[in-house]
């Protein structure tokens, strides 16, 4: 059985009309990029793997200051978990262990300049999956690298509370008006 991935849940939820499709088209472009080399680094790669483009390098550099800051060691990087009990999968851009902790983070990289509501939602069910998959996750983070190369912006995510709910019911009428269940 096919489950929807988190982010086809809670596509109702990013409202990306005011952007011209262009614009839009090329930012995703961008964070594909940007993630894969973020995703490079944690699997012990090279850029070399990563077709980046001069102006994607800026924000791996904030990418680079965030490591510098936490040391962070890569556990999971994009690996698709799933939850067959509530019907629904993702990949998490990592999940990490930072030194002095003994508890797991799940990351969420983001390349927008403006904050999203629905990011909040978004890590807290990457965290329940990687629960679920035997990680003993106990918080969340989105981190907003910057497009100057300035040390990125996070923001801690509320993973048990009102964005796991919010989760929830987006799951709940994503399965009432897809599946009819």
């Given at each position: 059985?096919k489950?929807p991935?988190v982010?086809?849940v809670l596509s109702p939820?990013s409202?990306f009309s005011m ?5 839009l088209?090329?930012?995703a472009?961008?964070g594909t990029?940007?993630h894969?080399?973020c995703s490079a680094?944690?699997l012990g790669l090279?850029l ?9 390098m800026?924000f791996y550099?904030?990418?680079l200051?965030w490591?510098?800051?936490?040391e962070?060691?890569f556990l999971?990087v994009?690996e ?5 009990c ?14 002095r ?17 629905s990011w909040?939602?978004?890590?807290a069910?990457?965290a329940?999956?990687a629960?679920?998959?035997?990680y ?10 910057r497009?100057n190369?300035?040390a ?11 964005p796991?709910?919010a989760f ?5 009428a ?6 009819g269940?």
């Amino acid at each position: 059985m096919k489950f929807p991935s988190v982010t086809t849940v809670l596509s109702p939820f990013s409202d990306f009309s005011m952007i011209r499709p262009e614009v839009l088209k090329r930012a995703a472009e961008r964070g594909t990029r940007v993630h894969s080399a973020c995703s490079a680094y944690g699997l012990g790669l090279g850029l070399w793997s990563c077709s980046m483009e001069k102006g994607d390098m800026l924000f791996y550099y904030s990418f680079l200051k965030w490591v510098e800051a936490i040391e962070p060691s890569f556990l999971s990087v994009e690996e698709e978990f799933k939850d067959d009990c509530l019907g629904y999968m993702g990949h998490p851009d990592a999940v990490i262990s930072i030194s002095r902790e003994k508890r797991l983070t799940v990351i969420d990289y983001k390349t927008p300049m403006s904050i999203s509501r629905s990011w909040f939602p978004q890590v807290a069910a990457y965290a329940h999956l990687a629960r679920g998959c035997g990680y003993d996750v106990h918080r969340g983070l989105a981190v907003r690298l910057r497009r100057n190369g300035g040390a990125p912006i996070v923001t801690e995510v509320d993973i048990d509370g009102e964005p796991w709910a919010a989760f929830m019911n987006a799951l709940g009428a994503y399965k009432y008006f897809n599946t009819g269940k």
